[in-house]
């Protein structure tokens, strides 16, 4: 299960490399020379609380030829499917996207203050895959007005904008059409009550999960209604009333070839990913090009048979240029079960890699020492995969402030192969300097303070490893379950799942083997520091949540339920008030891990055996409310740094030249810096024409 979106790394996940040096992920003393770099500014612009964050992929240029035609071909599969979240967030998601598209690409004639604001409405609408905040849920408006926007859109009409379809869009060539479609999307952009939330795990009274949710895995249905439907295509199709009351499937697919298998959802966008695909699958490797060739044929057939076959091949071929592309995670459901389309293409940093190696090397060591119960314990245990990379691409529901993650997701290939771990250096060590500050205003003491300056790094790159490494791959469930947990677990399933993996980062920081592996320096220090991380993390991230009284995201439940449950259960932390400012401190580290392994050992036995009464209780009770006046003291404490609160990523840029037969023979990477530029190339391939 993944992505691990770090705690307190949340702004600058871009600073790829301190200029050098490489330090190595999990281990403090791995310090590999680098040739020394021209030191650069990764924020590369600021939209409010947003930064936009240059990536970068200087791994890309060590590798030959082939590899670098192999991903650039497989980055323009991950562009080919990057609408499609927008549309699975909300029904009107692409619609918007090519609207602020064709208004920002034409802009004579807009009145310059109009054009300012639009233009940074649809950053963060880029940044977010839509009009919600992607990590909590919630909606934004915009700062101009529709009759601004109405007279923009007219205006870039005459421009030249809107006279093309737009992937299975139709163009928009008249004043009267695009009047039309203006009012048809006022609500959606506007009304800050009409859907409000992507997911919502905590409906208001009247309405269900399902229905006070904006995300579109389900039109028309109720969760009672869903009760007893089972669905033939879990990941990848959409659930519908029709006429007659029954309920379907609108399966995401792109339909085979020969037509046995029609066309089905989102069509149009997994055919163009295919075409590159097949570019790619020509260089790859011979294991390579049978995991493309299933991936094609699931997107083909859309079905799960074949999800699982490109998965169990997937994780046993450990690739230089690997990648990610389909519907893999579930969190935007609020039942836990419908993939989101994501796609990132990495190139693997060996050196670093050979370290990791070493955690997952011992793997077992650290399941027989987990605290829960033997019978939930694995008596064979299939070695991860595990690599550190530059991301080369990230797109459709892959953000940048993902720092590890651990794939593929169904038990029933973990069990059989394994896992594959990656972690994003891109997205990990850079964020220290700008913690430093947020740790100085939240920490509750100066020993806490200097522990984080000098281990802090250390204990978060080991935080991230074990969540990723030997967390989510862990336990065994009992013989009475039978298609993996989340089916009996629901809508609490991913915030149990982070949780468990977090904490068998949290009980395994002090156990004596990764002092004896040389994966730690000062371990006392370091696991100390972890710890007052742990516990500060549930007041630090109310400064993302601006509204509202409640968590909607699973890796926020997945921290405070931790902390919260220490707390109550063993009085390790506690929250103290000291100047008008309050503060959470570890009174007892020893006394926390005992809390850590009680928590951890629950949520083992209630994944194991599918108790959703047990799971709903723990989160309900710690994970989910907050105290809105603390939240607002944590915003106000937070803005005075005038740091970002949140991070979209600007991707390197490859470009390749093409010989008559449509082969790659050479391929450019360059790091753009400009977001808009960036966003508008990605929507030219569905037709957005350029001015």
Do not use: C
Request: proline content about 5%; cysteine-free.
């Amino acid at each position: 299960m993944g992505p691990l979106s770090h705690p307190l790394r949340f702004l600058l996940a871009a600073l790829l490399r301190v200029p050098g040096l490489l330090l190595a992920v999990i281990m403090v003393q791995a310090v590999i020379a680098q040739p020394p770099r021209v030191t650069v500014n990764p924020i590369v612009e600021r939209v409010g609380d947003t930064a936009f964050i240059q990536l970068q992929a200087e791994s890309l240029r060590q590798l030959d030829a082939r590899q670098q035609a192999l991903a650039y071909w497989l980055t323009q599969a991950s562009i080919a499917i990057d609408p499609i979240v927008y549309d699975q967030l909300s029904q009107y998601g692409v619609r918007e996207k090519r609207l602020l598209e064709e208004i920002v690409s034409h802009p004579l004639g807009i009145a310059p203050d109009v054009f300012a604001n639009i233009r940074r409405y649809a950053l963060l609408f880029w940044a977010n895959r839509g009009n919600h905040n992607e990590n909590t849920s919630q909606k934004f408006l915009p700062a101009f007005t529709f009759d601004e926007l109405q007279r923009a859109a007219l205006t870039a009409l005459g421009n030249g904008a809107f006279t093309d379809p737009y992937a299975d869009l139709p163009a928009l060539a008249t004043e009267a059409g695009l009047t039309r479609e203006l009012a048809a999307l006022r609500a959606s952009l506007f009304d800050p009550a009409f859907e409000p939330v992507i997911t919502a795990k905590t409906p208001p009274a009247g309405q269900d999960i399902i229905q006070a949710s904006s995300n579109t895995f389900y039109r028309g249905v109720t969760l009672a209604e869903l009760a007893t439907f089972r669905a033939q295509h879990p990941l990848n199709s959409r659930v519908v009333k029709n006429a007659d009351g029954t309920l379907s499937e609108d399966v995401y697919r792109a339909g085979t070839p020969d037509g046995r298998v029609p066309p089905g959802l989102y069509a149009v966008y997994l055919k163009k990913a295919n075409e590159y695909l097949e570019h790619a699958r020509a260089l790859a490797a011979p294991a390579q090009a049978q995991v493309i060739a299933d991936l094609i044929r699931f997107y083909q057939t859309g079905d799960p048979k074949d999800w699982l076959q490109f998965g169990a091949d997937w994780v046993r071929n450990d690739a230089t240029v690997d990648f990610a592309n389909g519907f893999i995670e579930v969190y935007r459901d609020a039942r836990g079960l419908k993939g989101s389309s994501q796609s990132f293409v990495s190139v693997t940093d060996k050196p670093v890699t050979d370290v990791m190696v070493k955690l997952a090397q011992n793997a077992a060591l650290f399941e027989r020492a987990a605290p829960w119960d033997p019978k939930y314990k694995k008596q064979s245990f299939q070695p991860p995969v595990v690599k550190a990379v530059e991301a080369v691409i990230e797109t459709g529901d892959f953000h940048v402030t993902t720092i590890g993650d651990n794939l593929p997701n169904e038990d029933e290939i973990h069990d059989k192969y394994g896992t594959k771990n990656f972690l994003f250096l891109g997205s990990s060590h850079a964020l220290s300097g700008a913690v430093s500050s947020m740790t100085e205003e939240f920490a509750a003491s100066r020993d806490e303070l200097e522990r984080n300056r000098r281990y802090g790094e250390e204990a978060e790159d080991l935080l991230t490893a074990m969540h990723e490494v030997i967390g989510h791959g862990s336990g065994k469930l009992s013989d009475r379950l039978s298609g993996g947990a989340q089916t009996y677990l629901k809508e609490y399933y991913s915030t149990l799942e982070e949780a468990r993996a977090d904490l068998m980062a949290l009980w395994n920081i002090w156990d004596p083997k990764l002092k004896e592996l040389g994966l730690v320096s000062d371990q006392d220090s370091v696991a100390q520091a972890m710890y007052d991380n742990a516990a500060r993390a549930p007041l630090t991230q109310l400064r993302r949540v601006l509204k509202g009284d409640t968590l909607e995201e699973d890796h926020a439940r997945d921290r405070a339920l931790i902390a919260n449950f220490i707390k109550d259960k063993t009085g390790a932390i506690e929250q103290i008030e000291r100047g008008g400012k309050t503060y959470v401190r570890v009174k007892d580290y020893q006394k926390m891990r005992e809390g850590a392994g009680m928590l951890l050992s629950e949520l083992m036995r209630i994944k194991a055996e599918g108790d959703y009464p047990a799971i709903k209780a723990l989160v309900d009770k710690y994970g989910v409310k907050f105290d809105p006046a603390l939240r607002d003291q944590v915003v106000a404490r937070y803005r005075q740094l005038n740091l970002a609160t949140y991070s979209a990523g600007v991707n390197p840029e490859l470009t390749a030249q093409l010989d008559a037969g449509g082969n790659v023979t050479s391929v450019r990477m360059e790091y753009t810096r400009d977001p808009v530029r960036q966003y508008l190339s990605y929507g030219r391939m569905y037709g957005l024409r350029k001015p």
